[in-house]
């Protein structure tokens, strides 16, 4: 039974869908103005697997995330780079979707764009002023009135008085009220701009993501969800908005993922400690920055550095490790196993306790791989089954073991050839070769070099695993 902590009830709660064995999810996506960093991945990654695993508990899922590809950041930017601002998000919108793709996300069912939904965007201010819940300012941007919606704050818990009285605010004297925020903003010279009732001009952000979620799942959904940060004042603007101009009740559930912490700071571009997913992706592989951010509850902040990220290579390397050499037999997933991984899972989408299932399939593989084949089979199979259901464990494990670390985006496949980080060429028939020459090497007892043969390679980040019976594989450090 699916228990989902739901930020609008503080509290967690049975998943009762409003369509039984359907589900709607609707998640805010990026603002395409730069690349993607590692916050945006936890979203990616973190939303992924929730949809993933409301797909194979038999859910007929859809599951939507927007881009937003107009706001002030992107015509800034477009206007610093001297570009159209369609082609500068369009050339971000490539990134994410590599991105995406190197983490092994799943694409969305739907992908709305702000600029491909204007005309949703005025109906529902329409109705918004219609219903009294929205106005027009005396510079001619429409706002909507806080005020005047009776649950405002509902989700962040905060209420108008607290605000208007320690908050600081805006000073806009073209607003009723200090904490009315803008629908619809008026045209600036050489701004992108469409037309409306209210003139030339452009939608905020807080109702590009009510129009296009109510667009694609209906007036009332299941599930949105988005980072920490989007709460408040954007999530809570949100219902205000959808509420109000619908009459009917937005989200069901409402999830959000924890910050990213950098040396225990909250990674923000303003304090400048963001770091982007290609940035990380040239010193590890893709699947362990995803095991990385599995690693953590999704709720809880995801604290980000070399030690964390080199635990969790060295985490995934050991279910690799137990995987290598071993026939995987059959699809069926050993039922122990696969209850403890779904009681996880059922309880808010714990991925560490899931992840610790696999550790413990690893350990009982490794236990059995030289003893009886058709058992180790069996538990492999598990293994990558419900490595699966979190996006890993599906790369072959000698490519996994022995692949470059080093990723490059016209091709995110491993490249056997490619240099290290210290541009040394460590391609894998030059590590085939070095191995043999130890190999002969002792045979004819010269340790020396075999040590020498063994530390060259070390320091190259290769290594060797012996046997009884002399090097019988090796991996990538």
């Known amino acids: 039974m699916l228990k989902i902590y739901n930020t609008l009830s503080r509290r967690k709660e049975l998943f009762q869908p409003r369509v039984q064995g359907k589900v709607g999810m609707y998640v805010c996506g990026m603002t395409v103005y730069d690349y993607c960093h590692i916050g945006h991945a936890r979203v990616m990654v973190v939303f992924d697997t929730v949809a993933r695993y409301f797909r194979y508990s038999g859910y007929d899922l859809t599951y939507v995330r927007n881009i937003t590809d107009i706001d002030d950041k992107i015509i800034q930017r477009a206007h610093e780079n001297g570009e159209p601002f369609g082609e500068l998000t369009e050339r971000f919108i490539t990134a994410m ?66 605000l208007q009285a320690g908050e600081r605010v805006d000073v806009d004297l073209a607003k009723h009220n200090p904490l009315d925020f803008v629908l619809w903003k008026m045209a600036k010279a050489d701004e992108p701009a469409w037309t409306s009732p209210w003139g030339l001009g452009r939608p905020g952000w807080h109702i590009e993501c009510s129009a296009m979620s109510t667009c694609c799942l209906g007036n009332h959904f299941d599930i949105h969800g988005g980072g920490m940060d989007l709460q408040f004042p954007h999530h809570e603007n949100e219902i205000a908005q959808s509420e109000g101009a619908t009459g009917e009740k937005f989200v069901n559930v409402w999830m959000h993922n924890g910050f990213v912490r950098i040396n225990e700071e909250k990674m923000s571009k303003s304090l400048g400690n ?50 290598r050499g071993v026939a995987v037999i059959g699809s069926n997933v050993l039922s122990n196993y696969q209850e403890r991984f779904n009681q996880a899972m059922d309880d808010d989408f714990n991925t560490p306790v899931a992840l610790s299932v696999l550790f413990d399939l690893s350990k009982e593989l490794n236990k059995v791989k030289d003893k009886d084949q058709e ?103």
């Open 274 to 323: 963001f770091f982007t997913v290609r940035e990380v992706l040239k010193q590890y592989k893709p699947e362990i920055i995803r095991f990385f951010i599995l690693s953590s509850h999704y709720r809880s902040p995801l604290n980000y550095s070399d030690e964390q990220l080199n635990a969790a290579a060295a985490g995934l390397t050991r279910l690799y490790t137990a995987l």
């Open 97 to 162: 979707h590599e991105d995406e793709q190197a983490l092994s996300v799943l694409h969305p069912d739907s992908e709305p764009r702000a600029t491909r939904s204007i005309p949703a965007i005025i109906a529902m201010i329409e109705a918004l002023i219609a219903n009294g819940l929205a106005y027009i300012g005396s510079n001619g941007d429409v706002f909507y009135a806080v005020n005047r919606f009776k649950n405002y704050g509902q989700l962040s818990g905060k209420n108008l008085d607290d």
């Open 375 to 477: 058992k180790a089979g069996q538990l492999a199979a598990t293994l990558m089954s419900l490595g699966k259901l979190l996006g890993i464990l599906q790369q072959d494990p000698e490519q996994f073991l022995k692949g470059n670390p080093i990723y490059g985006y016209a091709d995110i496949t491993n490249n056997p050839d490619t240099s290290d980080a210290t541009g040394i060429v460590v391609n894998n028939s030059h590590i085939e070769q070095q191995i043999q020459s130890r190999l002969d090497a002792k045979k004819t007892k010269n340790w020396a070099l075999a040590d020498k043969i063994r530390n060259e390679l070390k320091e190259q980040g290769v290594i060797l695993e012996d046997a009884p019976n002399g090097t019988t594989s090796w991996r990538r450090e």
